[in-house]
């Protein structure tokens, strides 16, 4: 899959697991359960459950911090 980085239009290449709706997010790299998740330079949530490089990132494997 080509990503491009919209903070510099720069462009790389990731492989994808499975599905992914539109929209939705996409790990970049393995993480840790209790790892945090950085969107755009935010701070999206916490990770619930080891997510692979190339995973599907949605709310079944990560939980906001909000509440």
């Known amino acids: ?3 491009v980085v919209t903070e510099d239009n ?3 290449r990731a ?5 992914v709706q539109i929209g ?3 790990a ?3 993480f840790a359960v209790g790892d945090t998740v ?3 330079g935010e701070d999206i949530g916490k990770v619930v459950q080891p997510i692979a490089k190339g995973a599907h ?3 079944h494997n990560l939980k906001t911090k909000r509440w």
């Open 15 to 19: 492989t994808v697991n499975q599905d």
């Open 1 to 3: 899959m080509l990503c």
């Open 57 to 59: 990132v949605h709310t």
């Open 24 to 26: 939705h997010k996409v």
């Open 38 to 40: 950085i969107k755009y």
């Open 28 to 30: 970049l790299r393995d």
């Open 10 to 12: 720069s462009e790389f």
